[in-house]
């Protein structure tokens, strides 16, 4: 019975050490062009694109809120983002041609809870500016 163990142990030892391959390394494989060229300027920040999108998303809601019959809580959900929260503490305020909302919001995420406070004012033609939205 050992012998027999002993020569399967032998069989598969010789049979795995066929599966190593030699020849050239990675990077001897890789054709690598080490060319460099200043005609394209590398971005110095990407932007956040989910943190945008939420901006919009609020910017639209507050915007669009009823501050005559709302009952002061305000919800807000972005399908593209996953996110959403509830817009609080809102409260509207003229500034000269402009009418101006200041507002509180929540902003739940995969990564989180957090706390923003914002504005958002009209820049003409019906249209909202989200002026402020800053973590608190």
Sequence with gaps: ????????????TAGLGGCV???????????????????????EKIADTDADSDRRI??????????ETGKGRFSWSNPETGSSG???????????????????????????IALYQGRACT??????ALIEFAKR
């Excluded at 030699?22 to 590398?42: F, I, M, N, R, Y």
Aim: net charge negative; charged share 20%.
């Design 1 to 12: 019975m050992l012998r027999y163990k002993t020569v399967c142990l032998l069989a598969l």
């Design 21 to 43: 391959v030699a020849g050239p390394s990675v990077e001897d494989t890789l054709l690598v062009d080490p060319t460099t060229t200043g005609s394209v300027k590398a971005p």
């Design 58 to 67: 609020v910017r639209n809601a507050v915007s669009a809120a009823d501050m």
């Design 86 to 112: 509830v817009i609080t503490a809102m409260s509207q305020q003229r500034d000269g041609d402009s009418i101006c909302r200041s507002f509180e919001t929540s902003r739940q995420r995969f990564d989180g």
């Design 123 to 128: 820049i003409g033609a019906g249209e909202w």
